[in-house]
Structures are given as C-alpha cells and as structure tokens.
C-alpha cells in the first residue's frame, strides 16, 4: 500500500507573491496608495511635473546617486533605459560585452546583431558562474548586468572596476537596486525598473547617467538612426528637461504615484541600508533552508555571488536528477503549480530559458516571515512530487 500523502503545512505565507518581476509591492499595500493619482491630468501640467520631480528626487535620496549624476524617467522599462544607452554611446570605441544569463545574452544579441558593432568581445559564462572579471579591458566601453535576474549570479562588489577606466562602464542594475551595493563612482550608467526594485508598475525604465556618459553623449554621434524614444540629445547638447521631470513621452501617473509610494516606505523604514539589510535577512532564509535541504541547492555555485533578490535554486535529489530533461522540468512545473493552486507561492517558476528549478524573490518587498512558510511549502510539494512519481512508475 502506498504512504499516504503528506498533509500540507498549517501555515501559508501571508503574501504569497514571490514573482521576480513585478515582484511583491511593499508591506501594507493596497489601492488607497494611489487615491491620490493625477489621473485625468497632463503629466506637463505643474502639479504632474512636480509629482515626476519628487519621484526623481526620491530616488537620488533613497539610492544615494550622487549629485552631478542625473536622473531621467524614460519608455520601455529596464529594457528601454538599457537600449537607449548602448544606441546613443556604444561604437566611440570597443565593447567588452559581459554575459552570464538570459539577459546579458539578450544585451549581447543587441550589440552584435542589431547594432552590428565590429570592435566587440563578449565574455561569456555559463548559468551559475561569473566570468573571468579580471580580464575586462576597461579600455573598451563595458556593458553588463549587475545582478543576474535569471541565473541568480551578481557581481560581488564593484572593486573590479577601475576608477581611471577610459571606457564607459553601462550597468544594467535592475534587480539589483535598493537591494545591493552600487558603486556609482565605478557606474556611468545605470538602469533599473520599478517593478523589479519596488513592487512597482511596469513600462517606466530609469536612466542614471555619470557626467562622463553625458560627455560622451554630447561628443559622440553615432552613424545610425535613432528612434524618438532613444535621443537624448539635440544639436549636440544633452536635452536635459528629460532629466528634470520633462519625460520624452507621456508618463502614467498611477505608476508614478506608485513608485513614489514605495519609496516613501523605503525612508520610513530606514532608507538604503535598511532595505539591504531586510533583503539580507529575507536570502538567510533562503540560505539557512538550502543548508538543511535534501533535495535543492543554488544555482549560483560561489557564495559571495549569490543574489539576495532574486533567488534560483535547482534540484539536486539524485533519482529526480536521474530523470531526462523532458521529465525533470515536468517536474519542477508540477511543484510551481501545486503551490500555486494552494495559494502558498505564485509565480516561482525557474526562467524559460535558465536551467530547470525555481526562482524566487527575496527583496526588500517581501517579508522573511513570508519566506519561512514558504520553506515548510517546497518540501511539501516536492516530497508530495516525488511520492507520485514514484507511485506511478
């Protein structure tokens, strides 16, 4: 007679959002945050742009940016404020392109086959590892993403960096912001979204520029076309309205309200390092779980590398191991969907193109509480998993 299946755990995370992009909005949320959305409203008339402004302030307080850098708001999420960069200042000189998940390989893809730039080597390492960082020539522009989103890598620090670099150095930094340690005297560009960082609404993309990429801007014309959405400069001048509040395209305002919701949580519950350290605490979890765990391990191989936000783990049980590759992402996907039809996990699917496991967010947004139920609610499915499994074979 077969055993009989495991009951499941009393508890369930209060907030079972643990998605890696929009990932879960800030304790205490609800839509009374955005009562007071100009919605309705120009987002040129002056209350609209005052409410831009505060958003862009908000964010130099709460990230620490420093002062002679600018701040703009511009279309098309992480993705758009990444291509906008690399359209407008790559090909003044080589790129050192760095890849070692899904969207530092999509970086590259722009860069070579878009961009079609010819002085370009790419550095490329393979899910769960860094390349070799000591071999970036910082002669060249450099582009790459601070934290892995799909592989859960990160750069450890920025000390790789060197502070007389010639070249730029564009850092996409979308889940790794108000979570990690940004170097900004060693980032000429930085991007992020809100919806990664905060919880917050999608579409909106933030740009972060060095006054060494504004010069590169302001003495660089590139020999292609640039759409509307991507020039920041005109007659050779930086257009520096769009880094004061005046957006090159229509901005949503709820979105906007939201961000600046969640940053006013960021300051109230003690600003960046307060943040980090509710992130540290929320990996531990994780961490602490793995440690003890029969069954899963990270996918990122060297500790210090390990993502605090977003966090991917693979499935290490032998006989699971075992199994062809069809059978074990059936697998994975039978432990996502169980958990999400008993409300305790949404949305922790391992990314499409990343090895078969789990992802799992782990920012600021979420509470650690949250994350040690959740714990109790993997070894339920995956135990309940492998019990069918095996109960079919």
Not at 26 to 32: A, E, H, K, Y
Not at 208 to 230: C, G, Q, W
Request: proline content about 5%; overall charge neutral.
């Amino acid at each position: 007679m077969a055993d009989s299946p495991k009951p499941a755990p009393a508890v369930k995370p209060a907030n079972p959002n643990f998605s890696s992009g929009p990932c879960a909005k800030r304790p205490g949320w609800t839509l009374d945050a955005l009562k007071d959305a100009l919605v309705g409203r120009s987002h040129r008339a002056k209350p609209a742009k005052q409410r831009i402004e505060k958003c862009i302030a908000l964010t130099r307080e709460l990230l620490e940016v420093p002062a002679d850098y600018l701040i703009g708001i511009v279309p098309a999420s992480d993705t758009g404020a990444v291509e906008m960069a690399m359209w407008t200042m790559l090909g003044a000189r080589g790129v050192e392109m760095l890849s070692w998940e899904s969207f530092g390989d999509g970086w590259v893809t722009d860069v070579e086959k878009q961009l079609k730039l010819e002085n370009v080597r790419v550095l490329k390492a393979p899910y769960g590892e860094l390349p070799d960082l000591k071999s970036v020539n910082f002669d060249n522009d450099v582009v790459f993403t601070w934290n892995g989103t799909t592989s859960g890598v990160r750069v450890p620090n920025a000390d790789w960096i060197p502070a007389d670099r010639k070249g730029l150095t564009i850092c996409d930094a979308t889940s790794a912001a108000f979570a990690q340690n940004l170097d900004f005297e060693k980032l000429d560009v930085v991007t992020f979204s809100w919806q990664k960082a905060l919880g917050g609404e999608a579409a909106h993309g933030i740009l972060i520029l060095s006054p060494r990429a504004v010069e590169r801007l302001e003495t660089y014309k590139p020999n292609r076309p640039l759409p509307k959405i991507f020039r920041l400069t005109k007659g050779g001048k930086l257009m520096a309205d769009i880094f004061e509040g005046a957006t090159i395209n229509t901005v949503s305002m709820i979105c906007i309200e939201d961000a600046v919701d969640a940053m006013e949580w960021g300051k109230a519950i003690g600003g960046l390092k307060a943040m980090q350290a509710r992130a540290d605490a929320n990996f531990k979890v994780l961490a602490d779980w793995v440690a003890a765990s029969s069954w899963a391990q990270f996918l990122a191989k060297v500790p210090a590398e390990r993502s605090n936000t977003s966090v991917c783990l693979v499935i290490s049980d032998p006989e699971i191991k075992a199994l062809s590759d069809e059978q074990l992402a059936a697998f994975a996907k039978a432990i996502v969907s169980k958990l999400d039809k008993a409300g305790a996990a949404y949305d922790i699917g391992g990314y499409r193109d990343a090895p078969t496991g789990l992802r799992i967010w782990a920012g600021s947004t979420v509470e650690a509480s949250d994350l040690k139920a959740l714990t109790a609610w993997l070894d339920w499915a995956f135990e309940t998993e492998k019990a069918a499994l095996k109960a079919a074979a």
